[in-house]
């Protein structure tokens, strides 16, 4: 059978295989056929965060539900380094704005922490979630990665693993990118800070740990999304998997 790539991507919590029948939420069965105008026969790329992406044909379409079957594999499973991507909560927008281009960029898991200057204390994990699975739909990629729930930093740091490297960055740095040439792929984890930057007891905190390296992101100060993107940019040019994809 000669299949279409699919224009349509859609996250299901479901085993993927071949022939394997996938039944649909009344959600994802509003979105297929009411709003997408999808019909009996046409195909749409399934993935689960775990088996690779797979073409899939509609069997049955209804207003509360239908069923696809996967028919051949569309894309092989690619998870990302091995990169957590911890920050500050900061407003609503801004937050969705940082879960979903981490999800982009790479990150395998999002954790959200508590600093002394965290402005903004309130997060839905499951609406985080829901935007992870977003972006990962979007962006064409077959990994959904983890978003924990808020934590106090001093906690997370009480209780880090020294195996995983901390990429620290602080407008107080004067690390700059040359810091990262040679990076150690193994396990890593990018913090972000505050809109209030970190308290001096973080720092002090951060510098004395053996696994963490302090990064400045350049001159100006930057927002917490904006820094987001610009250090998970130069983690994945330095020993991320970008390296691979150019070669």
């Known amino acids: 059978m000669d299949i279409e790539k699919p224009k349509i991507r859609l996250f299901v919590d479901h085993p993927l295989a071949?022939?394997?029948?996938?039944?649909?939420?009344?959600?994802?069965?509003?979105?297929?056929?009411?709003?997408?105008?999808?019909?009996?026969?046409?195909?749409?790329?399934?993935?689960n965060g775990r088996d690779g992406a797979w073409a899939a044909e509609v069997v049955e379409a209804g207003k509360r539900g239908g069923v696809l079957v996967c028919r051949a594999l569309d894309a092989p499973q690619m998870d990302p380094p091995d990169l957590w991507l911890m920050f500050a909560p900061v407003k609503k927008a801004r937050t969705d704005f940082i879960v979903e281009k981490a999800t982009e960029m790479g990150a395998r898991r999002i954790l959200p922490v508590q600093t002394q200057f965290t402005n903004s204390e309130r997060l839905r994990v499951d609406k985080q979630q829901a935007h992870?699975?977003?972006?990962?739909?979007?962006?064409?990629?077959?990994?959904?990665?983890?978003v924990c729930a808020l934590q106090r930093l001093d906690r997370v740091l009480?209780?880090?693993?020294?195996?995983?490297?901390?990429?620290?960055?602080?407008?107080?740095?004067?690390?700059?990118?040359?810091?990262?040439?040679?990076?150690?792929?193994?396990?890593?984890?990018?913090?972000?800070?505050?809109?209030?930057?970190?308290?001096?007891?973080?720092?002090?905190?951060?510098?004395?740990?053996?696994?963490?390296?302090?990064?400045?992101?350049?001159?100006?100060?930057?927002?917490?999304?904006?820094?987001?993107?610009?250090?998970?940019?130069?983690?994945?040019?330095?020993?991320?998997?970008?390296?691979?994809?150019?070669?």
Do not use: N
């Open 132 to 146: 992870a699975v977003e972006a990962a739909e979007q962006c064409g990629g077959t990994f959904v990665p983890e």
């Open 18 to 47: 071949e022939e394997q029948a996938v039944p649909l939420t009344k959600e994802q069965a509003h979105y297929l056929f009411g709003v997408m105008r999808q019909e009996v026969g046409a195909f749409v790329a399934l993935f």
């Open 158 to 247: 009480a209780d880090w693993d020294p195996t995983r490297r901390i990429l620290f960055c602080d407008e107080s740095s004067v690390g700059t990118a040359v810091t990262l040439e040679g990076l150690d792929p193994g396990p890593w984890a990018i913090l972000i800070g505050p809109e209030g930057g970190f308290s001096e007891a973080e720092r002090t905190k951060l510098r004395g740990m053996d696994c963490a390296t302090s990064i400045s992101l350049g001159p100006r100060i930057l927002r917490a999304e904006t820094a987001t993107v610009a250090a998970l940019t130069l983690w994945q040019m330095a020993a991320g998997d970008w390296q691979e994809a150019s070669v």
